[in-house]
């Protein structure tokens, strides 16, 4: 539209300013004012860029209105604003602001409609005489929310579950952002959801998705507690108006759960865990072909609050009487005297504060009979450095701990509730533990245990069986040699920095190792032969 130029002055005509009325010496100072959105405190000082009429700002609903801004050579501006959807000749807003601090004069403009398009300009003044205006802006307005509604066929609102808590189920969101009469809207521009409290952010949030052109987003969320669970959605629209939805429905328990050592999200698969290039922890399932987590635990989760880097994590079993079959995490973040406990209770969310694990203050020597503890015994975990979960010692899923300290082998076992290890059992006692890499595989289908290790100046991997006798109890003497039981070769550390073991990933009875390579990718083995290169690693 184009603005006349006894439009431009407010109604003071171009005659008046050609006679020299109202010379025009004072000058706007930018080549063009800028239009802010005060929704959500944001200010004339914290003004958009000034768009053009084919590309107008959209400004959402705000309590004064939008915030016209201009930076002047003067005491002052004056603005008008014109309704461009109705292209009515007068404005339908005049008025004046001092300029305050950095020359900047400011005003709001209430009563605007809602999917109409405005053009503005704005004159500066200085005592009784005005400048030439200042260049067309534009804006709409949009003051509508968005809305949102959610469907699930795996678990309705209504009506009966398809699956189970610790599941993974289907959400289809479907948002729309309602057209005023008369008007337009700005559009859907993307979408939040989660379990919780979705907090402060907008379409720059790292959870924020776009959604498809029909403006639906589908979301593979598994459900993490068994009853009436809540999925909150929030629904950004393009002028910065949020609107939300809540979906409620009812997820069954599982009274026959997929049960296998070293899952750690439900699947009944074992699970690899590593840090991301950032620092959050991934989970990856053993089965995968490729590297695509199945869950992230955010960095700010981790035992230090920022990453997971420099932290060691074991997992290897659960207490069956805290939740479901699913492995809970002992870390340890290097040099720390804290060992820590994540129940996992919410499949893999680990949405809760961990827990510190205690040091026993009994010990036992080799053979498991009680004697002193060794001059130099740790009265906490700060000479571990390396743990592993070696799996349960008993009937029940917890497992026992076995760490490497001051080159030795030690076996926590007999754990109480938390992981609140009774005993400490020092395995070997001459410090030739110092130069492994420690690996626990978890138990075969015979319910033997062994420990593997690599010799990090050789890249000789070994595997030392830890065999159940009749009684039950477990011999480890084939500990006493870390030099023994080679089964491979090559798994050099400048070759593969980090090698691990998830159990039986493949489903033959016999656990797997994982390697992560040089340049970060995930190598997993049947046994500790047929590599099979998964990608990299994010």
Request: proline share 7%; hydrophobic share 40%.
């Amino acid at each position: 539209m184009t603005l006349s130029r006894a439009r431009r002055l407010g109604g003071v005509t171009a005659a008046a300013v050609a006679a020299g009325l109202l010379a025009p010496t004072a000058a706007v100072a930018d080549t063009a004012p800028a239009v802010a959105d005060t929704k959500q405190g944001v200010d004339s000082y914290h003004a958009k860029a000034c768009d053009s009429v084919a590309d107008p700002t959209w400004i959402g609903r705000s309590v004064l209105g939008p915030a016209l801004n201009v930076k002047v050579t003067g005491t002052g501006a004056r603005f008008g604003v014109w309704d461009v959807t109705t292209g009515a000749e007068d404005p339908v807003f005049t008025g004046e602001a001092q300029a305050g601090f950095n020359q900047l004069a400011a005003l709001n403009v209430p009563g605007l409609l809602d999917g109409h398009s405005y053009a503005w300009h704005a004159w500066a003044l200085q005592g009784t005489q005005t400048s030439a205006p200042s260049a067309d802006c534009h804006f709409t307005v949009d003051t509508t929310s968005p809305t949102a509604t959610v469907t699930s066929t795996d678990f309705p609102s209504s009506g009966t579950a398809t699956k189970f808590a610790g599941q993974v189920g289907t959400f289809v969101i479907k948002t729309t952002d309602p057209v005023p009469a008369g008007g337009e809207s700005s559009g859907v521009a993307c979408v939040r959801y989660g379990w919780g409290d979705l907090g402060i952010g907008g379409c720059d949030s790292p959870d924020a998705v776009v959604p498809e052109d029909d403006g639906t987003v589908t979301a593979s969320l598994r459900v993490l507690n068994w009853g009436t669970n809540n999925l909150n959605v929030q629904v950004i629209d393009n002028a910065g108006n949020v609107g939300g939805a809540g979906y409620t429905f009812y997820a069954p328990w599982n009274q026959n759960p997929p049960k296998a050592l070293g899952d750690v999200d439900g699947d009944g698969v074992p699970d690899v865990l590593l840090p991301d290039a950032a620092g959050n922890l991934q989970i990856i399932s053993g089965n995968s072909g490729d590297t695509t987590p199945s869950a992230v635990i955010k960095g700010g989760q981790s035992p230090n609050q920022s990453s997971w880097n420099n932290v060691q994590v074991a997992h290897r079993g659960w207490d069956a009487n805290a939740h479901a079959p699913v492995d809970d995490l002992l870390m340890h973040p290097s040099g720390s005297p804290a060992l820590y406990l994540y129940n996992n209770v919410d499949y893999a969310s680990f949405t809760r504060l961990p827990s510190m694990i205690g040091r026993p203050s009994s010990c036992q020597d080799a053979a498991g009979t009680a004697t002193a503890c060794p001059a130099g015994y740790a009265t906490d975990w700060h000479k571990a450095d390396q743990i592993a979960l070696i799996g349960p010692l008993d009937s029940r899923m917890v497992s026992s701990l076995v760490t490497v300290e001051d080159g030795n082998l030690w076996l926590f076992a007999n754990p109480g509730m938390s992981y609140r290890m009774r005993t400490a059992r020092q395995l070997t006692a001459d410090g030739s533990w110092a130069g492994y890499d420690v690996i626990a595989p978890g138990p075969d289908s015979a319910g033997n245990l062994a420990l593997w290790a690599r010799e990090r100046a050789t890249g000789d991997l070994h595997a030392y069986p830890i065999a159940k006798k009749a009684d039950g109890t477990f011999d480890f003497s084939a500990l006493a040699n870390p030099k023994a039981d080679v089964v491979a070769s090559g798994f050099t550390v400048d070759k593969y920095p980090t090698l691990g073991s998830s159990g039986d990933a493949d489903g033959d009875g016999k656990p797997d190792l994982w390697a992560v390579t040089a340049d970060r990718h995930l190598v997993m083995y049947s046994g500790w032969t047929d590599a099979n290169d998964l990608g990299p690693l994010a």
